[in-house]
């Protein structure tokens, strides 16, 4: 699936794709024409994605082919177990939780799945979160404090579910208590945002000690399309929603609100996802290298103070 700012590629691949068929078909010597078309095309993917608009960020964020957590798991994690419920009311499957091995280490593994195709994204309600998904995650961080286990978070929603159950049952309260709990735990915690990373939905498992962000996803307070329908009564002014929002990696780098940009191939990661999973895999080795040495008060005293400095 070719985004609307790609269609100048896709016409050169597809007219690539022709001409490989027709080669094929003739038995014909094509090498050097079909060469020549796909380094115009790599070139043109290359000047394209070195310039996008926040808009076009968002496009790429949320693009159906993305790995989602499922696959980052797939791909990072050994011999991974899913821990399921929250002991208090159901189990959300919109966060996915458990225990596996990361490069050998074992860790608690959190993370938003917004599914893949049509019933598994109503299985996983988008990667929209319920309280009890939020009241999960306490539960796993509760438990890496208990067995020493690093916590890894993959996130991946346009937010927290707001429907009527979701607020009876204390949306608010379970997402505060989930930040909280990132807060106090005693353990290190990498987050990485891998799409989009939305409200309070994503900083209830991104209140870590490094937010690591890959070049393409988002990070905001709101979705722009919900920052336009308050400020401008209308979902047209979208656009100029996310140039002021500064959703980017660079602009909330620059800002200070994430730690790392992970940069994707040429294309976004949903055109070469084993050379995006490599990369997400070399950050979170390093970073995790790094605060494992640290005492727990003071990754405590550190994450406490990384947050505070960010409100004066």
């Known amino acids: 699936m070719a985004l609307d700012f790609e269609k100048p590629v896709l016409e050169l691949e597809q007219k690539i794709a022709e001409l490989t068929k027709v080669e094929k078909s003739k038995d014909l010597n094509m090498d050097t024409e079909i060469e020549q078309m796909r380094q115009k095309a790599n070139a043109l993917l290359e000047q394209l994605y070195t310039k996008l608009t926040p808009q076009q960020k968002i496009q790429v964020a949320r693009h159906p082919e993305r790995p989602h957590c499922k696959n980052y798991i797939k791909a990072l994690i050994e011999d991974f177990t899913p821990l399921a419920g929250d002991r208090l009311f159901s189990q959300d499957e919109a966060m996915v939780s458990g225990i596996g091995r990361f490069e050998g280490q074992s860790c608690i593994i959190l993370g938003q799945e917004k599914g893949s195709d049509t019933e598994s994204r109503l299985k996983h309600n988008f990667g929209m979160a319920r309280p009890e998904g939020y009241r999960k995650a306490q539960r796993l961080i509760s438990m890496a404090n208990q067995f020493h286990l690093p916590i890894l978070t993959f996130v991946d929603t346009s ?46 498992i991104a209140t870590a000690d490094r937010v690591l962000m890959l070049q393409h996803a988002i990070y905001s307070v709101i979705s722009p399309e919900g920052c336009a329908s308050i400020l401008w009564r209308s979902g047209d002014f979208a656009e100029e929603a996310a140039r002021a929002l500064k959703i980017t990696a660079r602009d909330l ?6 730690d790392e940009m992970v940069e994707e191939p040429i294309g976004g990661a949903h055109r070469n996802p084993a050379a995006t999973f490599e990369a997400v895999r070399s950050a979170i080795a390093k970073n995790l290298k790094e605060l494992q040495i ?13 947050y505070l400095a960010m409100t004066r």
């Not at 937010?159 to 159950?165: E, L, N, R, T």
């Open 159 to 204: 937010g927290a579910y707001p429907g009527v159950g979701a607020e009876e049952r204390g949306q608010s309260e379970a997402i505060a208590k989930s930040i909280e709990a990132c807060v106090r735990a005693r353990v290190p915690i990498i987050s990485t945002i891998i799409g989009e990373g939305g409200s309070g939905g994503a900083i209830a």
């Open 253 to 258: 780098l620059r800002l200070g609100i994430i």
């Open 294 to 306: 640290k005492p727990e008060e003071t990754l405590k005293a550190e994450r406490r103070e990384k």
